[in-house]
């Protein structure tokens, strides 16, 4: 599937009950015992016909999305652990796993729409439930957890999905990750392609596949910190790196890679805001990137709820002028007063071919004071980096105190059946 042609008029035509956040699943057996656990989040583009004509449908894998009731795990040789996530009107991502003596893997990804869904599929002609497989998309070792940050993309016919910050592990042995991990081959930095750097630009080269070519990893862009000021004064204070990835069509039929650094210094930051609704706008050369946040007034939060991007792309585009939206997001959430932070690269997904990566952000909406930000309020990854420390020290402690325990023991041992003279 090729959507790019038509990504920009039906790109993310979703309902509000369609969120692209990583979400957490699990499947248990009888007994209570998890045999799959998963964090991710899945991007579809799906190709179907409206009057004759052909249309892409984008949508992202709502947070609700349920496992039951067709996920399993497994019985004996007869049946595959299965992790099945269903969702809207009758659609199923279908994740069938199966395992050897030292590896597991998603044999096979299965995907069943519905076209007679018109909340997806505007104006469908098609009336009738669709089925997308592949094979082997996913291996990693036994007692290991899967992860890939990067955005996989499984191309299947009429379908596109687009997996990122992905972290799975089938069979685990305690009901929770291992903290070993198999990080997957697009997080792995490539030796064989270079980035040919440009001012401020940075350009990879590709090869003629339906993907971009891998690249080496562009060096983090520079923090920068920008503030919006309303009628009561400092209404948006952000501070993070900004980096934005764009994947397109060349005049040549091939897929190329954009990926642009925010130089802090050249970028010019505007925005409005109101009681519940703030925005900021941040312009680079001809490049500019839209935040919008929002108000949640039920529990006094803050949230991202869009992204839109404008750019203009190397004279090999085939389509020169790029944008792209997003309004169905539901990141960077914190308590107003508070700040929201996190050190660790988030992906902000607008579309299947435009994404916005900020680094070591911190952001504070509605309720600022001055240029400083509250208190904080750390971010999932974040804590979650915390855990490896904490847990090294502690058994880097356990085993000193074991070494100091067999030295006392092993010094009593060497005196006894001697008797002082």
Known sequence: VDPASKALTNSLSLSPGFLQVSSSFDVKDSSGKVCIIANLTAAFSVEYKSNGQKQFAHFFLPQNATTEPHSSCGEGNTSQPSLALSFGAGHLLRLNFSKTVDKYQVEKLIFSYNLSDATLFHNSTEGKVMEASQKSV?????????????????????????????????????????????ECSEDMVSTTTTVVPTTPKQTTSQVPTAS?????????????????????????????????????????????????????????????????????????????????????????????????????????????????????MSELRATVGNSYKCSAE?????????????????????????DKFGAVEECQLDENNMLIPIIVGAALAGLVLIVLIAYLIGRKRSHAGYQTI
Do not use: W
């Open 212 to 328: 971009p070519a891998p690249t080496a990893s562009p060096p983090n862009p520079a923090v920068g910190k920008y503030n919006v000021t309303g009628t009561n004064g400092t209404c948006v204070l952000a501070s993070m790196g900004l980096q934005l990835n764009i994947t397109y069509q060349k005049k040549d039929e091939k897929m190329g890679l954009d990926l642009l650094n925010f130089i802090p210094h050249n970028t010019t930051a505007s925005g409005k805001c109101d009681n519940a609704s703030a925005f900021l706008n941040l312009t680079f050369e001809k490049t500019k990137i839209i935040f919008h946040f929002v108000l949640n007034a039920s529990n006094d939060k803050f949230f991202l709820r869009g992204v839109s991007v404008s750019t203009t792309l190397p004279s090999e585009a085939k389509a020169p002028v790029f944008e792209a939206s997003n309004n169905s």
């Open 138 to 182: 996913i291996q990693a070792h036994m007692g290991t957890e899967y992860r890939c940050i990067s955005s996989k993309r499984i191309l299947m016919k009429h379908v596109n999905i687009t997996f990122s910050n992905v972290t799975l592990e089938a069979f685990p042995t305690n009901g929770t990750f291992s903290r070993n991990k198999t």
């Open 346 to 370: 988030e992906n902000l997904q607008v579309t299947d071919k435009a994404l916005v990566n900020v680094f070591n952000v911190q952001v504070q909406v509605f309720k600022v004071d001055g």
